[in-house]
């Protein structure tokens, strides 16, 4: 592989990073103010989000700064909008103005009820399609099959944000939208301890799946349901879809991550278990009607530690 560039930063670290499909890169820094020292004799930090170009990755654009560190960022579709999850459970959008790279704005913060424990999983509601790429460069992006979405789903797709918390409550929050209450919870029945790992996934034909590694070691995967009556609250359910079992030599196992990928009528689901061993799941509605059974497809052994 070649390097096409890279950025060191002398007293400086990155959290996290992320692509758009807009050609920007976003990224959380901390960085070492080198001429304040704290009563400790430490060095007192900064933490921002910054985009840039990645044709021109030297210019940084500050987007903010934050007194907690960003610790998940993920774009919408269209690249215009910035979702952003911090240490302290805040959740801000942040909005391109204009086009300009070099101007944002705040769109909407939203603040985790304490009472729900840590905001495990925050991620714009919306199907993202494949994208296959050929050798002479070229690039397809598979249809939205919106035509198989329900009305809602529609709407919501790009406009609604979902938030998993550690006790197993789901949220759903909507944004710049204009009908009654922009929330709308459900608790996830069923599950085994606090929730550690979690992702969300809206299939090709509509549906919104939610995948949840929990303390004991299991994953579930769960089908949510949202509803909504002009003039009546917003409204969101969730059914057990269908359990992933295992056999491990471990009593208990510790989930470290977990990717849910697109399939025509489900997901394929990646679970990283104990940091050494990563299984492939295919979750599949086999009725059309919501029901949903996984099936093992390959286990690899793999080393220490894996990110994707």
């Known amino acids: 592989m070649e390097e096409l560039y890279s950025t060191l930063l002398p007293h400086g670290r990155v959290h996290c ?39 021109r990755p030297w210019i940084f654009h500050k987007v903010c700064e934050s007194r907690s560190v960003v610790h998940q960022l993920e774009w919408c579709q269209d690249g215009t909008r910035l979702l952003a999850l911090d240490q302290n459970n805040i959740i801000h959008i942040w909005r391109m103005t204009q086009q300009n790279i070099n101007t944002w704005v705040c769109a909407q913060k939203q603040e985790a009820d304490p009472a729900s424990g840590t905001v495990i999983h925050a991620a714009w509601l919306e199907y993202k399609p494949k994208v296959t790429i050929n050798h002479s460069k070229q690039v397809w992006t598979e249809a939205l099959e ?106 208990v196992d510790t989930i470290s991550h977990l990717v849910m990928l697109p399939l025509p009528d489900g997901c394929t689901l990646h679970a990283c278990y104990n940091g050494t061993e990563l299984c492939q799941w295919s979750v599949k509605d086999i009725t059309t009607s919501g029901s949903y059974q996984a099936k093992k497809e390959k286990v690899y052994h793999a080393p220490s530690h894996i990110s994707w």
């Open 17 to 55: 990073m992320t692509w758009s499909g807009a050609n920007l890169v976003a990224v959380s820094l901390s960085e070492e103010l080198p001429d304040s020292v704290t009563e400790n004799k430490e060095r007192m930090k900064t933490n921002y989000l910054a985009v840039f170009d990645p044709d």
């Open 146 to 251: 919106f035509q198989q979405f329900s009305p809602l789903i529609k709407m919501l797709t790009g406009n609604a944000f979902i938030c998993v918390y550690s006790n197993g409550k789901v949220q759903v929050t909507t944004t710049n939208l204009n009908f009654g209450s922009n929330k709308a919870e459900t608790k996830l029945e069923g599950k085994v301890g606090r929730v550690t790992q979690a992702k969300s996934f809206v299939t090709p034909n509509g549906s919104v799946l939610c995948a949840v590694g929990c303390e004991d070691g299991q994953v579930r995967v769960y089908s949510l349901s949202l509803s909504l009556s002009w003039g009546s609250e917003f409204k969101l359910s969730s059914s057990l879809a269908t359990g992933v079992p295992r056999t491990s030599t471990y009593s």
